[in-house]
């Protein structure tokens, strides 16, 4: 499959925003893995006032993400999912007649990187948008001050920047849910080690985590915020895992960093009653391994594949195949939800799109699905955070006999406030 690049672009002329809000329900737009493309309409897209990355037959969105880097392994075919989902609607005539045009840029998971294909974006390629799947956020801010709409990845400032929308809900470092720890403790643990590598969201998600273990009721045996991403030492950790007295692991780090320390774990003779490690759902990565991560589970924020009664899913599975790209990818999911999401706001900002206008009217939505791929519909309404209230709900798949096997369904657990410890949904 094959994306146009586009190096086009007009000049940037701010139109209003969208009339009196409304309350918007929005369930994505199914799409099969290969639709039949539909004939041309007649549109009258040249009358609309200029807007950056918008031409009467095109619209220009980047999307950002490590192609290369330590992060590579974990965010791989995340860029071949959003074009999966970008192909399927520009085979229906693309939006309101305007074919997408994705460019991708490889950001290395490095912030300078990052800050510097931001700039190439905006002032070189004329992006209207941005998918963000990354774990760097650091041109955030030159997105947010250019009021660039920005779908993708849950990365810290999409809990406050109104032009920033995260595909699988909202994050925050003022509320944390207790799913992955519930389900911890559901397998027996009652003391947790928690390691995270050295980025900022990781480490907010580790520091997250120890609050929810202790909602959870499950003890904090050990915390580790700064484990080196890439090459490290994996038995050093483990060792220390083994010495804290855990029965059990939280590891939020890149795929290759869980299953080093995993392995190491088994070297040294620790059999933990339950581990949670990002990346371990794909069967490629659990027959590398060989048999270290047995019994190891992986909390998604999309249904997994394999679970009966989600045609969306489903979809999805046969149409990275068919595009030879890993369905099981870690991040992949949310490539394709942030992509979709762009379309959704596409779609809403009308016949004439601003990016106020997507904005606008995207931060209005209160039921979005990812067009059938999350667990439970998300609001970007303002609710616990200005852009909306996080998500209680994950889905879980354990590595049974070499196979990632998904739980018969979603796992809810309790909305808490870090600072007062108190419950809130």
Request: proline share 6%; aromatic share 4%.
């Amino acid at each position: 499959m094959k994306i146009a690049h586009t190096k086009g672009g007009r000049a940037a002329v701010l139109v209003g925003g969208v009339g009196a809000a409304m309350v918007l329900t929005l369930a994505g737009t199914s799409a099969n893995a290969a639709p039949t493309p539909a004939p041309a309409k007649a549109n009258n897209n040249a009358a609309c006032p200029a807007e950056e990355g918008i031409t009467p037959s095109s619209i220009t969105i980047g999307h950002f993400i490590p192609k290369t880097g330590p992060a590579s392994a974990t965010f791989v075919d995340a860029d071949k999912a959003a074009a999966l989902r970008i192909a399927q609607e520009n085979a229906k005539g693309g939006v309101n007649g305007r074919k997408i045009n994705v460019i991708v840029y490889d950001d290395q998971a490095n912030g300078q990187t990052q800050t510097t294909m931001a700039t190439k974006a905006l002032q070189s390629d004329h992006a209207f948008g941005v998918i963000m799947t990354t774990a760097t956020d650091s041109a955030m801010a030159t997105f947010k001050s250019n009021n660039v709409p920005v779908t993708g990845f849950n990365a810290l400032a999409m809990a406050n920047d109104r032009n920033a929308f995260s595909a699988v809900g909202v994050p925050s470092t003022q509320y944390v849910n207790t799913a992955t720890m519930e389900k911890l403790k559901a397998l027996g643990v009652s003391s947790a080690a928690i390691v995270s590598h050295n980025s900022p969201s990781a480490a907010n998600s580790a520091k997250l985590q120890n609050i929810a273990a202790g909602a959870a009721g499950v003890k904090q045996a050990l915390l580790i915020l700064d484990e080196v991403q890439g090459t490290h030492d994996a038995t050093s950790t483990a060792l220390r895992i083994k010495s804290s007295g855990a029965d059990g692991a939280y590891l939020t780090m890149f795929t290759d960093g869980v299953v080093s320390i995993v392995q190491a774990l088994k070297q040294q003779g620790v059999n933990l009653k339950g581990i949670n490690g990002a990346g371990i759902a794909d069967p490629a990565v659990i027959a590398k391994s060989g048999s270290a991560l047995e019994g190891v589970n992986a909390q998604l924020s999309v249904v997994p594949i394999g679970v009966p009664g989600h045609p969306a899913v489903r979809t999805y599975a046969n149409g990275m195949k068919a595009a030879n790209a890993n369905p099981y990818a870690s991040i992949a999911p949310i490539g394709f939800a942030g992509a979709d999401l762009m379309i959704a706001g596409l779609k809403l900002a009308g016949p004439c799109p601003t990016r106020e206008k997507f904005i606008s009217a995207l931060r209005n939505v209160s039921k979005y699905d990812a067009s059938g791929m999350l667990p439970a519909p998300i609001s970007f309404k303002p609710g616990l955070l200005p852009n909306g209230t996080p998500v209680k709900c994950a889905w879980f798949v354990t590595v049974e006999k070499g196979q990632p096997v998904p739980d018969k369904a979603a796992t809810c657990g309790k909305l808490v406030d870090i600072s007062t410890g108190a419950v809130v949904g």
